[in-house]
Structure formats: structure tokens, C-alpha cells
């Protein structure tokens, strides 16, 4: 049961347009939602992230749009460099367990490949 | 402030074998997350550990454990080795559980031949 779903495998966009990264989830109690980049042989690097009473979150030539009602989040990068070009995954976070305390653990879609070209 | 340490970043196994990761968790830094990343399932969640005590488990068999000592530095173990146990192990460390932003380590890259 694949609850975040990145259904793009792979994005190919020309240096200094726009990047536009998608994700959807299906689990109504997420509340906190991250993307992460991630360079081969590295950990995923923290990008950006809003939580669920928000729709937009900005920092820099980043920015994240999460639409509840379609259960959808997306990642705008403009403009694109070369040197963003790596693994993406967007990560969801949140829910209740049966005591009551909410759920620390991230759920992650399977990542998009973006590649930049120059 | 050093980040996130995983020891060691490459090993080679065999089938049957057991494995010992170690995880040291970004100073004062008290929660530490583990994930396995593989090609075909992706960031795959296995625990969650704070002070000491394991707060959340993913869905993985019992032949993978792990703990946490009092210095937050953590620990996982895969016994019983499988093919399918080769990837990528990825440990993450924040403050206090369900903080925001987890902070992952480079990981360790497990072949299991």
C-alpha cells in the first residue's frame, strides 16, 4: 500500500526553466509533508517542507504547493541549475497510533530523478 | 557541528550471515529513525528509536532489530541474511520525536552475495 506516490520516475528540464515535481498521497491524517534531495552514494537532504495548514511554503528558488482536498503536493524549482539535478523525494509525516501519540516516522514516495541540462 | 555518522559505509555479507550497523546521531540529538532504500521499493521505514525505547516499527521481519544506548548513538541488526536484505541503510537523527526535519546520515551500503 503505497501511501505517497511520486508517479513520475523521471523529469528532464533545460537549465534556468521551471522544475515542477508532483506527489500524491492517499493518507487523510498526514499533517507535515518534506521533500529531500538526494546526491548517489549521500543521505537525502532536507529541501523544504509545509505543514498541513498551509498551502505554500517558499525559500529561495524553492517552493512547495500542497492542495488537501486533491491530496497533492508539488515542488517548483525556478530556475532550475545544473547542480540540482539528483534524486527527489517527498516524505509525509503524521497520523495517530492506538496510544494516541502521533506517528514520528516519515513515509516517502519512491523519488523522481531530475536531470538539468546546461 | 558534525553531522549524522554511519558506520560502516560498505560491507559485504553472505547469505545466512548476520549484520551490526552503527548509527551516532547528530550532538543532542535524541530520536533516531532507520530506512532501508532499495531500487524497486524505495525509503522503506524500520524504527524509530527515543531515549532508549523503540517508538514506532515498520513492517519488516523480526530478523531485523535494533537499539538504542544512552548516548543516542543507535544500533541496527539484520540476522538470518537474505539476498533481498542488500541496500542501502540510512539512518536519521532529529531532536525530539515527530520533530519536523529529520536529518540522515550518507548511510551503509549492504550487499548481501
Known amino acids: 500500500d503505497q501511501q505517497v506516490k511520486q508517479n513520475s520516475p523521471s523529469l528532464s528540464v533545460q537549465e534556468g526553466r521551471i522544475s515542477i515535481l508532483n506527489c500524491d498521497y492517499t493518507n487523510s491524517m498526514f499533517d507535515y509533508f518534506l521533500w529531500y534531495k538526494k546526491y548517489p552514494a549521500e543521505g537525502p537532504t532536507f529541501l523544504i517542507s509545509i505543514s498541513s495548514i498551509k498551502d505554500k511554503n517558499e525559500d529561495g528558488r524553492f517552493t512547495v504547493f500542497l492542495n488537501k482536498s486533491a491530496k497533492h503536493l508539488s515542488l517548483h524549482i525556478v530556475p532550475s541549475q545544473p547542480g540540482d539535478s539528483a534524486v527527489y523525494f517527498c516524505a509525509a509525516r503524521g497520523g495517530l497510533n492506538a496510544g494516541g501519540t502521533s506517528y514520528g516516522k516519515l513515509t516517502f514516495g519512491q523519488g523522481t530523478i531530475l536531470t538539468v541540462h546546461p | 557541528k558534525a553531522g549524522v555518522t554511519q558506520t560502516p559505509r560498505y560491507l559485504i555479507k553472505t547469505r545466512g550471515q548476520q549484520v551490526t550497523l552503527s548509527c551516532s546521531p547528530i550532538?543532542?540529538?535524541?530520536?533516531v529513525s532507520w530506512y532501508q532504500q532499495t531500487p524497486g521499493q524505495g525509503l522503506q521505514f524500520l524504527f524509530e528509536?527515543?531515549?532508549?525505547?523503540?517508538?514506532n516499527k515498520g513492517n519488516f521481519p523480526g530478523r531485523f532489530s535494533g537499539r538504542q544506548f544512552s548516548n543516542s548513538r543507535s544500533e541496527m541488526n539484520v540476522s538470518t541474511l537474505e539476498l533481498g536484505d542488500s541496500a542501502l541503510y540510512l539512518c536519521a537523527s532529529s531532536l525530539i520525536p515527530d520533530q519536523e526535519t529529520q536529518y540522515f546520515g550518507p548511510g551503509t551500503r549492504l550487499l548481501v552475495l
Open positions: 550532538s543532542g540529538h535524541r530520536s
Open positions: 528509536y527515543f531515549s532508549e525505547t523503540q517508538r
